[in-house]
């Protein structure tokens, strides 16, 4: 609502309405924010924000993340770049295509009908985009270099077909990457997720591990500490070995992967995953009756989730296969059992149980009454190591190793995972563990039995979907020439129009029943072939489209070498850090691909990370079922643009969530009034000088100006809204009390107000600046220096204490000196009083700020 302050007699009313219906259109015709300017010399940035997914009207965590993002594009204006701040939307993807089925419509339709909405709200925000590089990854233009980048990774042979173990959502019909299953449910509808063996596409995200993992270390101290954690985490890179284990009746031996070689001699069976092609192909050739107790489990296991499977609470289940291997070092025969808690997509399948050194062993072994075998003995002192002795706990005296209680995990249910000596492990015997690891896999190398290895948590990345709503995959399927890849000159593959179609999910692509579209001539052979009627995963359209920008309107190239050079990598990336794992590490693994493809000269996209919080309300995460939401238009069309921008920057640091029920946008509106009635109630004119003005006040503008770059490139956004009120406070003071609204200081404090502003209020700080007497527009003003001298305290405060307590204040120089400091101090009255009589027992001085005197207790 209008706003404006009773108390100063001013009869300016500040309207937020009206100043954005003035300044929305003539921003529109002046189009400040276009980067493609000829001749423009400026250095340059590039401010990205996640772009939005069109699922309905922007809501409040836009207005965070966007407000953010716009912030930091609008700063890097003013500290004189040429700052790229483009606007897309990603446009594809299950949510659509549901909203669809449940309504009877065209995705498209739905799609596209959302995307306006959201450009009319993002208007009225008005965040600082180049509106020319806007995209949409639906629209064919887009994802025609989906598919071009997709045969760019096979002819690498980074994107591969093979039967696999996928992860199926029951309900949307569709497989899903490993990332987007989250505690077990579907992330996007929250249904409990299945196993179900499928041919899919999968990228060799797995190629580029280490890559992935090591190249964490050039975004120390840009990216958000738990941000790199967790991408780490992901990762999980693992240094072991790779063991030949011999199965009898087999030819082939089995890898077994494993992280402790030095435990070869401990492994007393063997157990592999259910749902593996290994576990099948044992149970075939076992007896009738296993077989058929292992298709019963197998279905049993592919019921639950991995994180079911993992957890270590649950109780251990298996069967033994009725079939043996051979240890490669002992020749040992160890039994072959199957059990849930190991995952087909871990290592090769199968794992050597080692169960006194695993704990997960170990507590299988003591479920089916499986030896345990100790061989590292943990009491065992090592060499450089400093020795916890234990001792006796009635008498307190030091036990020696041959004293101590027998190792016995099986017993105590507590697994051995500590250093220690080799023993029971034939000529291994009395190796610590570390140097057993290193001489044992050299033992494995040099017998052709195992070597060296690195084991990733990664998984390749699954890009296909069973879905309509995406990009094609561009390949054609001949019964003569098996995968053939759609010819470059060929694309895009487009989509056929979804009416007529039966998009409900059903288990197989609606591109399938699509017989016209999915016929074709196969571009080798001339004969009759078949599309793929999977569609990609959307994390494939995000995984680039920062580069899209950059040619947004280029339909010869998907980006163009030069303009890449010019702007990218992004400088600043804004977004919600439940994309920490998903996105970003996908985009990080398609910029790696691009850069040995010659693409682009970087290997890293993002080179610093802002993750904002959520806004909340009362607590809880909004919900219109809970009946706790706040409309982002509702919040809009009572308070206007500028105070929701305001309110976000205040509430606090950008990583806290915001609860909505402790800020006040009202509050907002009414400092917004407070400092608008700055610019007009200004009487000087804009060629004053300065330097005539109030001393007190220029000292205030200045520490502003020099201390909020500072502020706003360590994200403190709250902190300089905080500075800028004490500005408008100051200000006011010397309007109505102090030397007028004639003063130089008056005027140069109500344009450093609108300069700083800006940042938070782009339509109240341009209608300040042609209050002010200016052109439009204030967002293209560089910052002003400030002025050093003006940065000197005249004089500051002292704090003066008796043990502790706060006595007294003492005005006093900058430059005072610790024995002038005490002097004043102990000649306060305040501090006689509270001495009395006593000496102090010591005098602790922090010149100019703290005297303390400490009496003896």
């Known amino acids: 609502m209008p706003d404006h302050d009773e108390r100063d007699g001013s009869e300016a009313r500040y309207d937020f309405a009206a100043i954005q219906a003035k300044w929305l259109p003539a921003w529109e015709e002046l189009r400040p924010f276009r980067t493609d300017a000829p001749g423009d010399k400026r250095p340059r940035k590039y401010v990205l924000d996640m772009f939005p997914y069109p699922s309905g009207d922007l809501h409040m965590g ?29 446009s594809f993807g299950l949510p659509a295509e549901n909203a669809a089925i449940k309504r009877g419509i065209d995705p498209r339709g739905w799609t596209y009908d959302n995307i306006a909405q959201q450009k009319r709200s993002f208007r009225i925000y008005a965040p600082s985009f ?221 794992v050597m149980a080692v169960p006194a050194h695993d704990q997960r062993d170990l507590d299988f072994a003591r479920t089916f009454d499986l030896p345990v075998r100790v061989v590292v003995d943990t009491n065992a002192p090592i060499t450089g190591a ?36 080799l023993i029971n492990s034939g000529p291994f015997n009395g190796l610590s563990k570390n140097n057993a690891i290193h001489r044992i896999t050299e033992a494995l190398e040099s017998s052709s039995i195992g070597h060296a290895a690195r084991n990733f948590r990664l998984r390749d990345w699954l890009i296909s979907r069973q879905r309509y709503w995406g990009t094609p995959i561009p390949i054609i399927h001949c019964p003569a020439c098996g995968e053939v890849p759609v010819p470059e000159d060929q694309l895009p593959v487009v989509l056929p129009d979804a009416e007529g179609l039966d998009l409900k999910p059903k288990g197989t692509s609606p591109l399938g029943a699509a017989t016209e579209w999915s016929t074709v001539d196969c571009p080798n052979c001339g004969g009759k072939a078949t599309r793929d009627s999977d569609t990609m995963d959307t994390f494939v359209d995000s995984s680039w489209y920062y580069l899209r920008y ?164 360590q994200f403190k956004f709250n902190v300089v809204v905080a500075r800028l009120m004490e500005l408008v406070n100051a200000t006011r003071k010397a309007i109505d009390s102090g030397p007028g609204p004639q003063d130089a200081a008056v005027r140069e404090a109500a344009e450093v107000v609108t300069l700083v502003l800006n940042l938070f209020a782009p339509y109240t700080a341009e209608d300040m600046w042609q209050a002010l007497g200016y052109e439009p527009t204030v967002a293209l003003q560089l910052w002003r220096r400030a002025d050093p001298s003006l940065l000197i305290e005249e004089s500051l405060t002292a704090i003066v204490q008796v043990d502790g307590k706060v006595r007294d204040r003492v005005e006093v120089s900058p430059k005072i000196g610790a024995d002038e400091l005490e002097g004043l101090a102990r000649a306060s009255a305040a501090v006689q009083r509270a001495l009395g009589d006593r000496e102090p027992a010591s005098v602790v001085v922090r010149a100019p700020r703290l005297v303390n005197f400490v009496t003896a207790k």
């Open 62 to 90: 836009h207005a965070e993340a966007f407000g953010f993002g716009d912030i930091v594009a609008r700063y890097w204006r003013q500290q004189g770049f040429n700052v790229l701040h483009p606007i897309g939307w990603d």
């Open 130 to 350: 180049d509106w020319s590089k806007e995209l949409h990854t639906s629209d064919p233009e887009y994802y025609k270099w989906n598919q071009w980048l997709f045969l760019k990774l096979y002819e690498k042979g980074l994107a591969y077909r093979k039967d696999g173990s996928v992860n199926w959502c029951p309900n949307d019909q569709t497989v899903l990457a490993n990332e987007q299953v989250i505690d077990g449910h579907c992330e996007r509808c929250g249904f409990a997720v299945v196993k179900k063996k499928l041919t899919q596409w999968y990228f060799r995200v797995t190629d580029y591990g280490d890559r992935l993992l090591d190249d964490l270390n050039q975004l120390e101290g840009s990216w958000p500490s738990r941000v790199l954690t967790m991408q780490r985490n992901w990762i999980g890179r693992s240094i072991g070995a790779d063991v030949q284990f011999r199965i009898e009746g087999r030819n082939e031996p089995i890898a077994v992967y494993t992280t402790r070689p030095d435990t070869l001699y401990g492994a007393t069976f063997l157990v592999v995953a259910p749902d593996s092609d290994l576990a099948s192909e044992l149970a075939m050739d076992a007896p009738a009756h296993v077989r058929e107790r292992f298709d019963d489990y197998l279905r049993q296991t592919q019921a639950a989730t991995d994180i079911e499977r993992l957890s270590t609470d649950r109780e251990k289940t298996g069967m033994f296969l009725e079939r043996y291997a051979i240890n490669p070092l002992s020749g040992e025969r160890l039994p072959i059992w199957t059990a849930d808690y190991v995952l087909a997509e871990y290592g090769h399948g199968a």
């Open 386 to 421: 400093i020795p916890v002795i234990p001792t006796d706990p009635e008498t307190g005296e030091a036990l020696l190793p041959e004293d101590l209680p027998p190792l016995d995990p099986a017993s105590t249910g507590v697994a051995l995972t500590g250093d220690g000596r």
């Open 550 to 713: 950059l040619s947004a309107n280029d339909d010869t190239q998907a980006f163009d070498p030069a303009e890449v050079e010019k702007w990218a990598p992004v400088d600043q990336y804004v977004g919600g850090v439940e994309h920490a794992i998903l996105h970003l590490l996908y985009s990080r693994f398609m910029t790696k691909v691009l850069f040995d493809l010659g693409y682009v000269s970087f290997t890293e996209p993002f080179m610093s990370l802002l993750n904002q919080g959520q806004v909340i309300l009362n607590g809880a995460a909004m919900s219109k079922s809970k009946g706790n939401l706040v409309e982002f238009a509702d919040e809009l069309r009572q308070h206007g643009a500028d105070a929701l921008r305001m309110t976000i920057a205040f509430a606090g640091p950008p990583e806290d969530d915001i609860d909505w029920a402790d800020v006040s946008a009202a509050g907002s509106a009414k400092f917004l009034a407070r400092a608008w009635r700055l610019a007009h109630d200004v009487t000087s004119s804009p060629d004053v000088e300065w330097r005539s003005g109030d001393i007190a006040l220029r000292r205030v503008t200045h520490r502003l100006l020099a201390d909020a770059p500072a502020l706003v490139e």
